[in-house]
């Protein structure tokens, strides 16, 4: 009889592998080192990237904080002003500390980074398009700037995914994404992941890995495995929505500026000085207040208050700003929820309920 093998990934859960000599092995010895369906998820990552290597970590912090343990003590960073706030932190709040100092500087503008490069700096960090103003920068040109100068690329392309961009072919030297959102897709898994297609780079990554332990667990590894299954059909379905809630949106008179980019499922709006801010997302019925972006469901957050932008000075990230993650659900019920919420968070509306009941007493 012909043996058979599933059509769903076996989830390998042991942490110890047997060896058949102590000084051998099959590639497992140790969960941390190496687990069977890690190794099918980074293998699978790998090709959907065409990247040579894909290393995993337990989340895409994790995954970047790998990344900057490459550098070292009087070693520059720079970074585009607006960065995703999780690296900001991990820049300002724990790197500077080891003496690795970042500079954040303004990037749609390429000048500006030969104008700032110097001896000391041996790394570029950008995020394409930009969260939460969903900016959209020459990736090319700016890693083509930075290897001149023999300085390391790294962009983040969770926002994008690789459905849409691949910057090792726009020359990085490293992609990072967060699995968590658009690769798994479920809001059920978290994991983190860094592309190369260089083998020193890859080989440190995987030492970093498995010695400092940031691993993503066989579990979550099987999940985001059973997420790239229908990865495609999501994106298309949720860009498909995507098109028809921003044009409702740039239509729509209660706003005074959509941001938006071809290259993933978010939409950032501010809503005109008319709407109350607070009252329009607490009157979200469909649409659900939360963090992260990339699930089957819509997701809508304020970044003035529900991210760490104690760095940003940029004025148009206020408390009118906000950002809608699209979903699955029907656009027209996406569409009759924003459009209630407007409705209800009218200021003029409250100005006349007002007189209303003033004339009631």
């Known amino acids: 009889m012909n043996s058979k093998s ?3 990934p076996s989830l390998e859960l042991s942490t110890i592998f047997s060896m058949q000599e102590p000084s051998s092995h099959d590639g497992f010895q140790y969960g941390r080192i190496g687990n069977p369906t890690r190794q099918h998820l980074e293998n699978k990552l790998a090709e959907l990237h065409n990247s040579t290597y894909a290393v995993v970590f337990s989340s895409g912090s994790a995954a970047i904080h790998n990344i900057l343990i490459l550098l070292k003590q009087g070693d520059e960073i720079i970074c585009h002003q607006q960065m995703y706030e999780g690296t900001v932190r991990l820049l300002q709040k724990v790197f500077n500390n080891f003496g690795i100092n970042t500079r954040f500087i303004n ?8 104008k700032n490069i110097s001896e000391k700096t041996k790394l570029l960090i950008i995020e394409s398009p930009t969260n939460p103003l969903l900016e959209e920068l020459d990736v090319e040109t700016l890693c083509a700037i930075a290897k001149k100068h023999n300085i390391l690329t790294v962009v983040d392309n969770t926002i994008a995914s690789a459905l849409t961009q691949k910057p090792l072919k726009l020359g990085a030297d490293m992609v990072v994404e967060s699995l968590t959102k658009i690769t798994n897709g479920h809001s059920d898994a978290m994991g983190g992941a860094v592309f190369s297609n260089d083998k020193k780079i890859s080989d440190k990554l995987k030492f970093f890995q498995h010695t400092i332990g940031a691993i993503l667990s066989p579990f979550d590894s099987w999940l985001i495995l059973r997420g790239l299954k229908t990865l495609e059909i999501r994106h298309k379905l949720i860009m498909e929505n995507k098109v028809v809630i921003e044009k409702f949106l740039k239509n729509n008179k209660s706003l005074e500026k959509v941001f938006s980019s071809s290259l993933g499922p978010l939409i950032s709006f501010r809503v005109n000085n008319k709407i109350s801010p607070h009252l329009f997302i607490t009157s979200l019925k469909k649409i659900i207040i939360g963090h992260s972006f990339g699930g089957t469901e819509t997701i809508i957050q304020q970044p003035s208050i529900m991210m760490d932008l104690s760095s940003n000075s940029d004025p148009r990230i206020n408390e009118k700003l906000f950002r809608l993650s699209v ?11 924003l459009k209630q919420a407007l409705k209800k968070s009218s200021r003029l509306k409250l100005t006349n309920d007002l007189d209303f009941e003033e004339n009631q007493t």
């Open 6 to 8: 599933g059509i769903i």
């Open 107 to 114: 990037l749609k503008n390429v000048q500006n980074l030969k």
């Open 327 to 337: 979903g699955l659900e029907q656009a027209s019920d996406l569409i009759l929820d």
